[in-house]
């Protein structure tokens, strides 16, 4: 019974199933017996009383349960896919209709032989018997009633099953198109958000101009301004950010030359400009009666903190809106020789103060100081000092000691200190109104040589000083900024000193005694502090020049001994290097020269025909520096004009800076040479950059290197960063 059971949800769920599992077994036994057998088991329904039982048997109801599944077989032959037409074949309404007389006579052959195969079935499959039982249960009503249906259908002929199957088919089929329609609703709200994203990263990436990339095209930009003239000093420049987009706008001195005659200016018009860092454009002019020779920017005036720029020129301090180029005060002074020192508050108006060098009235003195208000007038008199030496003016520059006093350093061929309580005090013969402007360091105080003397003898030597700078990071990129924060370092820091032209030395600030001296050729620039290893302690590159051969050196600055030394075919120039701080922990250092003269392996020394070394290259070269690869050097531009100053600008979102740089443009003799200010993204130069080995060896056919992939990749990857 189980075993019919088994065979009618075959039957009932897989029609192929049937064709190929059951129709050997069909085969076996005639189709007319086991027609005959299935239809006397279906005459007997669950729990009803038969003529030949008697009485109510269960054990016949349970019979008849169990082998009504096997009934469903035969009855819903077209539901099964076993009627007429189908698995069976055409024969098999033949074989009902000519031999029905068989199917009555061999009803107990068949049965025999049936529940020889349930027995078999059930020792193959003893766990699914229960199981078999219990799904049948729940099916035994429908399958009853389908099996009256398909008699009913048997009954007129055949018509009934045809139709009870193409009814299936229909709801079948409308089935699976609302299935399709379900999974393409899901496909749809899944595929469309997708393209939408797609489509707008690609719109973002390649539809609009990347901001970054036009940034760097907008800050290679160059404007003529002005006029050069040979033997004149390089014009002042600056760098502060007074539009508010995060740059640092570009302030220059401008000399013009005209045809009119003008009785106090004459031929020459002065002026200071302000240009945008991003495109050049001019925002503001101010026309001045001298040339100016000191732009400084950092100062803020008035509640609203609005950007001050102090031009300087030789008889007058002028503080300007650094936004829009209006007057704001102006100092008349006589003979201004420095510019402008940044002091602590001495008024108690919490506005910085300034402090200005100028030659005194009196001509038997050498030098004065006067202090200026931060939002302008002076401070009591000028202080004038009698100095014995003779040589360049030093400083002033502002000290602050261990201690928390300030000291002020200056000299003139030598290097003095004095206190700024004592300035202030000889000024307005008051005391200073904040208690740390009034103390005194001891240490310095005891290196006075007698009481009655006012100065303390930093260096004093047979030998004039031609240098004197803090030893901060930056430094000389940033020496004209009036800033607080920028001055804080330089304020605290030891000094590097150059003095007899030649002799370099650190000055330590806190016994005032030199760390190291090292001895070179003339030194005729200002030397550029900045990490050349990972010591912590700021390095010095340095430059001299001797028979048309520049040297350009690199020294330790723990110790004075040479970290990098290169030669190049250049005559002498006054440009100073720059010094930038990058993503490596290290500086990149920037200098001019000219082609560079390779160091042959095994050589003593390197040499140059007397024929180049004597003429004044026409070609000028921007070299970039780096640690990495001291026996590399990155060439990022070159140009016929003459660089006389140049500065640093830091971009912090973009991790670039710019070089900005003032040149004399080269004209025919009967012309003033152009005034041309340029300015240059580092990255992008870097990234046209040309790679220049300095040193070549000897063995042919061995690989160079570091290789040109290597080399490009690093500095394609170098980002800078303010120190």
């Not at 017996?33 to 039982?53: F, N, V």
């Amino acid at each position: 019974m189980h075993v019919g059971r088994r065979r009618s949800n075959l039957l009932g769920r897989c029609p192929r199933a049937v064709h190929h599992r059951y129709l050997p077994w069909l085969s076996r036994r005639s189709v007319r017996g086991e027609m005959a057998a299935a239809l006397s088991r279906a005459l007997k329904l669950p729990g009803k009383k038969g003529s030949d039982l008697g009485e109510y048997d269960p054990l016949t109801q349970a019979d008849s349960e169990d082998e009504s599944e096997e009934d469903d077989l035969v009855l819903n032959y077209p539901r099964n896919g076993l009627g007429r037409d189908s698995c069976l074949g055409t024969g098999s309404s033949k074989l009902r209709g000519g031999r029905s007389g068989r199917f009555v006579g061999a009803e107990d052959e068949a049965q025999e032989d049936e529940e020889e195969e349930e027995d078999e079935w059930r020792e193959r499959l003893p766990s699914k018997a229960r199981q078999d039982r219990d799904e049948m249960k729940g099916t035994q009503y429908w399958s009853h009633k389908d099996s009256g249906r398909d008699r009913a259908g048997e009954d007129r002929g055949g018509s009934g099953a045809q139709g009870g199957s193409g009814l299936g088919v229909h709801s079948t089929e409308a089935e699976q198109k609302r299935m399709r329609m379900k999974h393409a609703v899901r496909s749809a709200f899944f595929l469309v958000p997708l393209v939408c994203a797609t489509l707008l990263v690609l719109l973002c990436a390649f539809l609009i101009p990347c901001k970054k990339g036009e940034l760097e095209k907008r800050l290679q930009w160059e404007k003529v301004l002005g006029d050069a003239q040979k033997g004149v000093t390089p014009p002042a420049l600056a760098l502060w950010d007074v539009d508010g987009d995060s740059l640092e706008d570009v302030f220059l001195a401008v000399t013009e030359l005209t045809n009119d005659t003008h009785p106090t200016q004459g031929n020459k018009v002065y002026s200071a400009v302000a240009l945008s860092a991003v495109s050049g454009q001019v925002l503001w002019t101010y026309f001045m009666r001298e040339s100016v020779m000191y732009i400084q920017c950092g100062l803020q005036y008035g509640n609203q903190r609005t950007p001050v720029v102090l031009l300087i020129s030789k008889s007058l301090i002028v503080a300007v809106n650094g936004t829009s180029g209006q007057d704001l005060w102006s100092v008349p002074l006589k003979d201004i020789e420095s510019q402008a020192v940044l002091l602590p508050d001495l008024q108690g108006d919490s506005v910085p103060d300034l402090l200005i060098a100028t030659l005194p009235t009196n001509m038997l003195l050498d030098l004065s100081f006067t202090l200026i208000s931060g939002t302008g007038g002076k401070l009591g008199q000028p202080v004038s000092f009698n100095l014995t030496a003779g040589g360049k003016i030093m400083g002033p520059l502002l000290h602050e000691t261990q201690q928390g006093a300030y000291y002020i350093l200056f000299g003139i061929g030598n290097v003095e200190a004095i206190s700024l309580r004592d300035i202030y005090f000889n000024a307005t013969g008051r005391m200073p109104r904040t208690p740390a402007l009034q103390r005194k360091d001891s240490g310095w105080e005891g290196l006075k040589k007698n009481n009655s003397s006012s100065f303390i003898h930093i260096y004093r030597g047979t030998e004039p000083v031609d240098f004197l700078l803090p030893l901060v990071a930056g430094f000389s990129n940033n020496r004209k900024s009036l800033d607080t924060a920028s001055n804080l370092n330089s304020t605290r820091s030891d000094w590097a000193l150059v003095y007899g032209s030649s002799k370099l030395s650190v000055l330590r600030q806190k016994d005032l005694r030199k760390g190291w001296t090292f001895n070179s050729a003339p030194i005729h620039s200002q030397p550029a502090p900045g990490h050349f290893n990972d010591d912590g302690v700021l390095d010095l590159f340095i430059q001299h020049s001797a028979n048309g051969i520049m040297q350009a050196q690199v020294v330790d600055g723990a110790n004075g001994h040479i970290f990098w030394t290169a030669e190049f075919v250049c005559p002498r120039l006054s440009l100073e290097p720059s010094a930038i701080s990058t993503s490596t922990g290290q500086s990149a250092f920037l200098f001019w020269g000219s082609e560079p003269i390779k160091a042959q392996k095994n050589a003593t020394k390197a040499t140059v025909t007397p024929g180049i070394a004597a003429a004044e290259p026409l070609i000028r070269r921007l070299f970039l520096l780096h640690p990495t690869y001291p026996t590399i050097l990155l060439e990022l531009t070159s140009t016929t004009d003459t660089a006389v100053t140049s500065a640093v600008s830091y971009m912090e979102s973009q991790k670039d800076a710019t070089y900005i740089t003032v040149s004399s443009r080269p004209t025919p003799e009967s012309k003033p040479g152009a005034r041309v200010v340029k300015s240059m993204s580092l990255r992008a130069a870097i990234a046209k950059g040309q790679i220049v080995r300095l040193e070549e060896s000897n063995k042919t056919g061995e690989p160079v290197k570091p290789g040109a992939f290597e080399v490009n990749k690093f500095f394609r990857r170098l980002s800078f960063k303010h120190q």
